[in-house]
């Protein structure tokens, strides 16, 4: 970066000092953010960055027929610059520029270039990687590391039900409240409830508990004390705890009906065991759409300026790097 500063300082000021321009006296894009537009041509593509203190300006004109900013790519993209399509492009300007200069159909007509410097050779690379991905549960992807709790080939980290109970995993880490950072742990057991799927272990699984079958065992709550069925470890509140109303022993109190009513021992306040004869699986109706960030390297490899017999060879000029996110979608909560 500080050898491209001095061969660009130097060029400019022997070409401007004795006509009275203008002298560059820094060229200072470290810190300001790479940007990047479509071009006017197809698969055309301009990364640039604009340093708007000191008028300055430069952009990477190319076209690619396989880059995405939302692709990984195995390796680097690699592209011969050119005098026409594939340039890298130093300007400086006579006023201020913001992107719509280099990604409006027609760039304002206020702006006039004083002094431009034209790459024309040198080889660019531009490599696209993953450098997170995410389910936004409330866990952090370094601390679920490899973990598939629920065994559904979907790691923790990706994963926004991780104990696939149809019980959002940031929901069950908050208990519905905002910023709680205490994990709740329902039944007491060695599990916390997003990685526990029978939350109030009373032998029913929390997917199982959804009532009215709408996908969400939340909103089921059968005998109305306020407690959801998930978290209720006596769903029909008649003394006698769920998991104890399972009076064939085979650890499902679902398939227990005791008087024959049609109504399971657990759900049913006139038998002393019960259960709905109803184990009927529900498959979780979350979108695994995971929060993906890339980012997207660029790189410019030995570098010859056009117009001047100064070369600027067998160094890397490095425009750093930008990061695109892609939010994840939720269909149920």
């Known amino acids: 970066m500080k050898k491209l500063f001095y061969f660009l300082f130097s060029i400019l000021v022997v070409s401007s000092c004795d006509d009275g321009d203008i002298i560059i006296t820094s060229f200072e894009f470290d810190d300001v953010d790479l940007q990047l537009c479509k071009g006017a041509k197809d698969n055309e593509f301009v990364f640039f960055k604009i340093n708007e203190t000191s008028n300055e300006a ?43 200069y280099y990604c409006a159909n027609i760039p304002p007509s206020n702006i006039l270039i004083t002094e431009e410097l034209v790459g024309t050779s040198g080889t660019s690379e531009i490599f696209t990687e993953i450098i997170e991905e995410d389910d936004d549960d409330g866990v952090a992807s370094a601390d679920e590391g490899n973990r598939d ?16 109970d149809n ?36 032998g029913i699984l929390t997917i199982n508990e959804d009532f009215n079958n709408n996908g969400n065992p939340r909103d089921d709550d059968y005998d109305n004390d306020g407690i959801p069925d998930y978290l209720d470890n006596d769903d029909d509140n008649d003394g006698i705890l769920t ?10 109190p679902k398939d227990d009906d005791d008087d024959n009513d ?31 960030t890339f980012r997207t390297t660029v790189t410019i490899n030995r570098i010859i300026f056009g117009g001047g017999n100064q070369n600027f060879q ?14 994840k979608t939720t269909t149920k909560m």
């Open 149 to 164: 709790t629920d065994n559904d080939g979907i790691p923790d980290f990706k994963d926004q039900d991780d104990d696939n």
């Open 262 to 292: 049609g109504i399971a021992n657990y759900l049913d306040t006139n038998s002393v065991e019960d259960s709905n004869n109803s184990n009927d699986d529900i498959s979780p109706s979350l979108d695994n759409t995971v929060q993906t």
């Open 58 to 100: 430069i952009s990477y004109n190319f076209i690619s027929e396989t880059y995405s900013d939302t692709i990984a790519t195995a390796t680097p993209i690699s592209i011969e610059l050119n005098s026409e399509t594939n340039n890298l492009i130093y300007r400086k300007f006579n006023t201020s520029i913001t992107a719509d």
């Open 167 to 202: 019980i959002l995993t940031s929901v069950e880490l908050s208990n519905g409240i905002p910023d709680n950072d205490d994990p709740r742990n329902t039944d007491g057991d060695a599990l916390d409830d997003y990685l526990d799927p029978d939350d109030d272990n009373d």
């Open 314 to 327: 067998d160094e890397n000029f490095s425009f750093g790097f930008r990061d695109i996110t892609i939010p």
């Open 243 to 252: 998991i104890d109303e399972d009076t064939n022993g085979n650890g499902n």
